[in-house]
Every structure is written in structure tokens, then in C-alpha cells.
């Protein structure tokens, strides 16, 4: 399967998040596919501990999107940087959308895609707590739209064990091993010291929703940072670029319907 060559030069500034393709190159990528895809990074602004940024779903969501995009021709877009976050709302910093809100700026957005000939989206979710995307994609499929949420909690797994990723998808759940270590990757000049001393582990968060991440965490981190590395970053990318191959491919055959593959929560991690 045929990817972007030299993609990775198609972006501006800010860390990766701004896609700096023209016009031209979008019309020439789409020329060369049977149906075009486009790719929505869905991050977050949120607490991530002391030491990751507010920005961290949203700079791994691009991660996500970049490495896809690398790999397949698809239409990478802007994120959505700010999205569910309620449960973190006890820290500073963090912002949220309601999830209605959150509902109707994907609709919006898939729905001008497809007035400009690009009839499937994936979003790319960097937040477990965006629930309603799930629904999004449930409701798109229902009309006979083609959309699918990646990864799925099948896809960070297969990406785990690959990595050599110790902690669980239920242990790392947020500010953890795969967190730390996509940025450690991507951007180590963004984490600040203290990522290697603040383990922490509440695997029974069954009051969550009702509570919030404070019942659970002082420190706003729920994982072990500590086990993070680069180079399981770079191989978790690499894992879930090739587990996006089975999306694509559904996602632009003539007989495939959106994929409603993965859980409501995306990747069942904060």
C-alpha cells in the first residue's frame, strides 16, 4: 500500500500539530485512491501530572496521525485539541467541552467533508474520557457513513505488547508507561523532571465517573511514568500505523461500512 512520500515535511510549526499541506497536494493524494480518508487527531487539554503538558492527548493523538499519515494517503486535518475532560476538572489548567458540544463539531466536520468529496473519517482519539465519539461513529454508521475510531483498545494492546510496554492498559491509564513514553519520542523537550519518581497505581476506579480522577490520584497520574522510554514510543507508533492497514482497507472498499471498531472510550485510558 502506497503511503506519502516525504509527508513528514508537510508540517508547520507548533510541534507537528498543523498539517502545512496545500490545496494541490490534497487534490493529488486524492487522485490516487479509490475513496479518500481523511484523519481527525481528537486530543484534550488536560492535567497530566507535574511533569506532562495540558496538551499531551492531543500531541499524542497527532503522533498517532502523523505516523498514519506517513504510511497511508490519507487527509490529515488540524486537532481538536480541547474535548472531554470533566473527570480532571480538581487540577488547574484543564478545559472541556460538553459532549454534546464535542458531538456536533465532528458532525460538522464530516459532514464538510463529504461536500468536498471526502466521504470517510477517522478519529484519532487521544482521550479515554471522550465517550460520545464512540456514539458519533455508532450514529455515522447507521446512516450508511463511513467513519471508525482508532485505535482500539485491541490495537494499544497489540501496540503494548510489541513495545515491550510492562503496565496494563488498566493500570496505565493516564500520564503512564505509553504516555511518557510516545513523548519521550516525540517531544522530550516538553517533559519536565519527575516523570521517573511518580508511580502511581488505582487499578479499581469503579466510582470514577462519579467522583472524578481526584478519588483516586493526588498527583493526577495513574500509571508508572517511570517505565517510559522513547523507544517503546517509537514502537508503539510504529504498531498502530501497521493496525491502521486493516481500517483503511475496510474504509475504502467498495463493499466496507464504517467501522465501528473500539470501545466508547477509544483507547480506555484518561
Known sequence: ??????????YGPGYGLLPADTTE?????GAGVSRQVAVLPVGSFEQ???FLPLATDTLVACAVAREIADAYPVHLLPPV?????HEHAAWPGTVSLSSVTLHAVIRDIADSLRRSGVDALVLVNGHGGNYVLG?????SSARGERMALFPAPED???ARRRAGVVTSLLTDMHAGEIETSVLLHTHPELLRPGYETSDSVADDRRHLLTLGMSAYTDSGVIGRPSLGSAEKGKE???SLADSFGAYFSLLTSEGGTADTAGAADGDGRG
Open 1 to 10: 500500500m502506497g503511503g506519502s512520500q516525504k509527508r513528514s515535511a508537510a
Open 25 to 29: 497536494d490534497v487534490r493529488t493524494r
Open 135 to 139: 456514539n458519533v461513529v455508532q450514529e
Open 48 to 50: 497530566h501530572g507535574p
Open 236 to 238: 508503539l507508533l510504529a
Open 81 to 85: 485539541t480541547i474535548s472531554c475532560s
Open 156 to 158: 494499544w494492546e497489540a
